[in-house]
Structure formats: structure tokens, C-alpha cells
């Protein structure tokens, strides 16, 4: 099925573990973002990518990192996980700038 | 940062009731979304506005881009039980795909 497919859906990492999330889109999007969504905060971006090898931060880009050697993968890197890093992680991708995202089901990460 | 405010944070329908939420900026948008979401699954896309004055409509939901470029609102007529969820307005301030998000608004609809 066409869309965005990240792996894994739940995720339980110990303080200062490292790990990626991955995320993969068949559409030939261009435009790819990592979200991240705590209780009553809404989304909060963390990264984008407007292409392969073009990336950006977002508003809360600390303590995560990123990288776009293709159009389809998009992963989500975390170097030494926190507790405040427990969220649900999205990524989305979008064909054309401004025109809305199609996202992925999600990654439901807890730290402890 | 721009933030976007959304209101109201949550709302308890009689289902055939029509709903009524928006979301204002500190600044100025480019571009404004409304979002879905269900338990445990991502945003999906319900309407998407380009242009201030803009309203489109996609069934029994409709959506307006403001005429000063800092607020949306969108309105769903004759609630029915499926319309249970979070509600997302999305704003794009620049010209590149920087897109900010609301804090949602959960409907309630009963039956």
C-alpha cells in the first residue's frame, strides 16, 4: 500500500540508549518532516527535509538527529535517550511545499 | 516561534449538532490545514487553504482561510459519531515546509 511506514510502532529504550526510527514513503515525495506529539502540545516539528541531502531543523530539534541519502528514508535519530524524549513520533511527507502531509501511523516511545 | 492558539480545547455534542472551532496565529500564514485524528493513528488531511478570503468546503465540513492571513475556522454541520476525534489546524509561515501545529480540539459526539 502506498504511504508512509515507520517502524517500530512502540519502542522502549533505557536513559542513554541510542536508536533510530525509520521511516519510508513510496510516493516519490519530495518533502519529508519528523513530529513529535505529547499530551495537549499538539505536533511539534523536529526536523525536515526538502530533499535528498537537504535538511533542517524545526522547533524542538535537540537531542535528535537526521539524514535524507534518498528521497524515500527519512530516519529519526536518537544519540543517548532522556525521559523527556517519551512522545508519539510522526513522520510525514508532502509532494509540493505547502500543499498538506500524508503521515505515518506513528512510533509510540517511552524512556525510563 | 509563531504559535498558533486553537480553541476550544475540547467539545461534548449531541450528535446532529453542528461544531464550530478556529485557530489564530501571532503572525501571518501562507497556508492553512485542518487535520483529524483517531486513536492511535496519524493526522489525515480533511481541508487545506491557500489564499486569505479562501473558503472550501469537503462534505459536511467547511473551512476558512481569514482575510488578515492569522486565523482559520472550520465548521462541521450535523455531527454524527464518527466525527469523534482530535481536530488539527496546521499553519505554514514561510515559504518553505516548515508546518506548525495546534494543540487539537477533541470532539465528543453522543449519540
Known amino acids: 500500500n502506498a504511504g508512509v511506514t515507520q517502524t517500530p510502532k512502540f519502542q522502549v529504550l533505557k536513559t542513554g540508549q541510542s536508536m533510530t526510527l525509520q521511516c519510508a514513503q513510496d510516493?516519490?515525495?519530495?518533502?519529508m518532516s519528523w513530529y513529535r506529539q505529547d499530551p495537549g502540545m499538539g505536533l511539534r516539528l523536529i526536523h525536515y527535509?526538502?530533499?535528498?541531502?537537504?535538511?533542517d531543523q524545526g522547533e524542538v530539534p535537540n537531542g535528535y538527529n537526521v539524514s535524507r541519502s534518498t528521497t524515500e528514508d527519512f530516519p529519526l535519530r536518537l544519540l543517548s535517550a532522556a525521559p523527556s524524549q517519551t512522545s508519539v513520533y510522526f513522520c510525514a511527507s508532502s509532494y509540493s511545499v505547502g500543499v498538506g502531509y500524508t503521515f505515518g501511523s506513528g512510533t509510540r516511545l517511552t524512556v525510563v | 516561534g509563531q504559535q498558533l492558539n486553537q480553541s476550544p480545547q475540547s467539545m461534548f455534542i449531541q450528535e446532529g449538532e453542528d461544531v464550530s472551532m478556529n485557530c489564530t496565529s501571532s503572525s501571518i500564514f501562507n497556508t492553512w490545514l485542518w487535520y483529524k485524528q483517531d486513536p492511535g493513528e496519524g493526522p489525515v488531511l480533511l481541508i487545506a487553504l491557500y489564499k486569505a478570503g479562501e473558503l472550501t468546503s469537503n462534505g459536511r465540513l467547511t473551512a476558512q482561510f481569514g482575510i488578515t492571513r492569522k486565523d482559520s475556522f472550520l465548521n462541521i454541520s450535523a455531527s454524527i459519531p464518527s466525527d469523534v476525534g482530535i481536530y488539527f489546524c496546521a499553519g505554514r509561515p514561510g515559504t518553505n515546509n516548515d508546518m506548525r501545529f495546534g494543540a487539537g480540539t477533541r470532539l465528543t459526539v453522543k449519540p
Open positions: 510516493m516519490n515525495h519530495e518533502y
Open positions: 527535509s526538502v530533499g535528498a541531502g537537504i535538511t
